[in-house]
């Protein structure tokens, strides 16, 4: 009887073990809850716009693609400062999406209109051909915009990059600093810049990360700077002797594209002359006296 009841108390202790370990160990989180006081966590509702966003990706990775067309929008597209990986997914299914909402859309409309087949047909096509290619549209403008923001902030770089290699820094410390200082005034070179650190941390040569600065951005003037610091560091001549020359440089091209600027701007302002400002001086200068030889010298001419 003895030996009966000690199993029992045995198989009740391993049983309340087995079960506080289960609640502790295999699932912890059941246990903190109800330490906590049984807290529970609230799911985030999706918004309709993660929803649209999943089927355009899912409609872009059932595009078939051509690799050469994806080497060539993934390089537009980081020049558009859109890093996504998902990003060129998206734009192909931009693409399709609008190519087939936007004839639809058109084709509603028109639909009880009285215009020509011919017409309505073009309509049509031309609506297909906007939703096509309209997303390349916006990632070129894009890009072109981002490019002529990096081109502004180029010479505010050159110059804080000057400054800091001539106070003791290295290029690659300089490197740093001037995306750290840039990041409000011009983000996008600062963003550049930063690129270029992290790759320099991840153990990427400097000149294949100057390269690749260059590369990306697609900006002529930087890539000017990349290939005379490039040199700089190949022939061992002084960063800031060639940084200061490379400044002067951009200052005289700067000179220099403003000169042509103002140059061109009296050719430009023949156009508005001619079509805006002279048919209204005409209309004060000459009008009141036409109206008055309509008024007085055609009757006369008439009594003769």
Avoid: W
Wanted: aromatic share 4%; charged share 20%; net charge positive.
């Amino acid at each position: 009887m003895s030996l009966l009841l000690t199993a029992l108390i045995f198989l009740a202790v391993a049983a309340a073990l087995s079960a506080v370990g289960m609640k502790l160990y295999v699932r912890p989180k059941e246990a903190m809850e109800r330490v906590v006081g049984g807290v529970e966590t609230e799911i985030a509702p999706s918004h309709p716009s993660l929803a649209l966003h999943e089927l355009i990706k899912k409609i872009g990775t059932l595009i078939p693609q051509s690799p050469k067309d994806v080497t060539v929008m993934q390089r537009r597209l980081i020049r558009a400062g859109i890093k996504n990986e998902n990003a060129l997914k998206i734009l192909y299914g931009a693409k399709a999406a609008l190519a087939i909402t936007l004839p639809l859309l058109m084709t509603a409309s028109i639909a009880s209109t009285t215009f020509e087949t011919g017409n309505k047909l073009g309509a049509i096509m031309a609506a297909a051909m906007a939703g096509f290619f309209g997303p390349n549209e916006y990632v070129r403008r894009k890009a072109a915009k981002r490019q002529h923001e990096i081109s502004r902030g180029l010479p505010n770089a050159l110059d804080l990059l000057v400054v800091c290699v001539e106070s003791g820094l290295g290029l690659d410390q300089a490197v740093l600093q001037v995306s750290k200082e840039l990041d409000q005034a011009h983000p996008e070179i600062s963003e550049e810049f930063g690129f270029v650190t992290l790759e320099l941390k991840a153990g990427k040569r400097r000149v294949e990360a100057l390269r690749n600065l260059g590369e990306r951005t697609g900006v002529d003037d930087l890539k000017k700077l990349v290939a005379v610091l490039i040199q700089a560091d190949r022939f061992g001549t002084g960063i800031a002797q060639s940084l200061r020359a490379h400044a002067d440089f951009m200052r005289i091209q700067a000179r220099q594209v403003a000169e042509e600027k103002a140059a061109k701007l009296g050719v430009k302002l023949i156009f508005p002359i001619f079509f805006c400002i002279l048919p209204s001086l005409f209309a004060v200068t000459v009008g009141p006296v036409a109206m008055k030889i309509i008024r007085e010298l055609i009757p006369m001419m008439n009594n003769i």
